[in-house]
């Protein structure tokens, strides 16, 4: 098993020299034109140089401040630097430029079908906003930087949201922006391109789900009223307790309290009073009968 693991590591250990190698024989073979390549650009120049006042306007281009040209000579870049902002030079029969726009880009994720961890569909739209910091990269790398990183958004936002519950997808937007920017980010650097914000716009339940979600939120509101009002109820008797054993201790407590009621009663201006009366004063009425 040792001696397995150990060949495997060579294999890829050797492979990554390989790869190195022909890198390095790419480099050094893009650094030169050529003699058939050099000899075209003398063409160009002597055409340049003899009929300089009507190329003159073919020869220098304009960039913008937020702009930067790619100039492909002869198929190859040229400096490894593009140029701008302002004024440079390109030969009209050999070179050609591609302008990459460095502002900050955003769109809109369309909303994705998403089957989250604890089998729940939602449907989740978002919106991304990159730029590109390399534009050679962007230019060399990837036919269409703008195009392969909306899709690559639509398939991170697939990917990351069915590793969620959807507890965790209603109250983690934050965390789950974050990681959808780290993974954009790693994914588009090859491209030149680096991703500013991610940010989750709407989380859409189906209609079931929202009424089971609702009939459950309200039965726990009325849970807690219920609770609520037992131990409203349960302090107002100890109060009442408490209340009574004062009251008991002094009989003629009961009856200020008598009159006091009367008292509330007759501020209020009713028609039919109800006097309490003890039961002690009837009881001497029944004895004599």
Request: charged content about 20%.
């Amino acid at each position: 098993m040792i001696s397995t693991t150990s060949s495997t590591a060579e294999m890829v250990t050797q492979g990554k020299l390989q790869i190195n190698a022909v890198d390095n024989v790419e480099d050094k073979n893009s650094g030169g034109l050529g003699c058939c390549g050099w000899l075209l650009v003398l063409i160009s120049l002597l055409t340049v140089a003899v009929t300089f006042p009507l190329t003159l306007f073919m020869c220098i281009k304009i960039v913008k401040e937020y702009e930067r040209a790619v100039i492909f000579r002869l198929g190859r870049i040229t400096d490894r630097k593009p140029k701008g902002p302002g004024l440079f030079f390109v030969l009209p029969c050999t070179d050609n430029f591609v302008k990459v726009d460095l502002r900050t880009v955003s769109f809109d994720i369309p909303p994705q079908e998403i089957l989250t961890r604890d089998s729940v569909t939602v449907s989740v739209d978002g919106v991304v906003y990159f730029r590109i910091h390399c534009p050679i990269s962007s230019v060399a790398n990837v036919s269409n930087a703008h195009s392969s990183t909306r899709l690559l958004a639509q398939t991170t936002l697939r990917n990351v949201l069915g590793t969620k519950n959807l507890a965790e997808l209603l109250s983690d937007r934050e965390g789950i922006s974050l990681s959808m920017q780290e993974a954009l980010d790693e994914a588009t650097d090859p491209w030149g391109i680096k991703v500013e914000r991610v940010e989750i716009k709407d989380v859409k339940l189906p209609q079931q789900l929202q009424r089971a979600m609702a009939a459950e939120a309200e039965a726990s509101r009325e849970a807690r009223a219920k609770i609520i009002a037992a131990e409203g109820e349960m302090n107002a008797s100890r109060a009442l307790k408490e209340a009574s054993l004062v009251i008991a201790e002094s009989p003629s407590a009961l009856q200020l309290r008598y009159l006091q009621s009367l008292n509330s009663i007759a501020a209020e201006k009713n028609s039919t009073i109800i006097f309490p009366v003890p039961i002690d004063m009837l009881q001497g009425f029944m004895q004599r009968k």
